[in-house]
């Protein structure tokens, strides 16, 4: 069995930015686990978590395939790396970009930097996959935030993504998320085909972000 993912989707949650960002980056870094623990955190708070966290693998939460010059606004690869980030998800639920832009930014970044492309369904990631990127995960936007894990509320989805993807492409590794909570939840995405999960409230919203992310590595 290959490396398991544990990817800590910061969002922009309020228990999850500036100072807070820091403090969980630490949290997650204190974790002892086989696992590889990843957090994807605001372009904002890139810097500042590397600093806190320097053992942690920390990606970005978008980027722009854009060069250097006037583009306002826009989150240029180079820069992300510069900071510290060694990967990104792309084409979340709550930041859709075209698969022409997905391709463009697995044009423009190293070889050794981890692209995680989300898909919201198996179409989206059959497309996906075509791109090669090192990541597919599948995340059925309902279940995005809620209480129910998709590998409970959908197992089918984790099943049919992960054969789809597999079928196209065995180097592009699966992820699957939303609603994932604790380690049964990850134990079972892991079981279903995938190589892990890629979170946000399970851990961002508990009163006790360490608790969680013990158990949600307690099953690897
Ligand atoms: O990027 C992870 C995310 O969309 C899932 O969110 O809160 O359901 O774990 P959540």
């Known amino acids: 069995m290959g490396e398991q993912l544990v990817v800590v989707n910061f969002k922009t949650y309020e228990t999850a930015h500036g100072i807070a960002a820091e ?103 059959r497309a996906l996959t075509a791109l090669q990127p090192n990541y597919v995960a599948v995340e059925p936007p309902e279940l995005i935030g809620g209480d129910v894990s998709v590998t409970t509320a959908d197992p089918e989805i984790v099943i049919s993504t992960a054969a789809a993807i ?9 992820l699957c998320g939303a609603g994932v909570k604790n380690g049964e939840d990850v134990a079972m995405a892991i079981q279903l085909g995938t190589s892990g999960v890629l979170l946000a409230s399970g851990v961002t919203k508990v009163a006790d972000p360490v608790s969680a992310l013990a158990d949600l590595v307690s099953k690897i």
Request: glycine content about 4%; charged content about 20%.
């Open 23 to 125: 403090e969980l980056a630490r949290a997650m870094a204190s974790i002892e686990t086989d696992a590889r623990m990843i957090a994807v955190v605001s372009a904002f708070d890139l810097s500042a978590v590397v600093a806190a966290a320097p053992n942690l693998e920390v990606w970005t939460q978008h980027l722009d395939p854009i060069a250097f010059g006037s583009n306002t606004g826009w989150l240029h690869p180079e820069t992300a790396i510069s900071r510290g980030a060694s990967g990104t998800i792309i084409n979340h639920a709550e930041h859709k970009v075209s698969l022409e832009h997905v391709a463009m930014i697995l044009d423009s970044v190293p070889e050794d930097f981890t692209v995680c492309a989300c898909a919201a369904d198996i179409e989206e990631a």
């Open 166 to 174: 597999s079928e196209i492409n065995e180097n592009v590794g699966i």
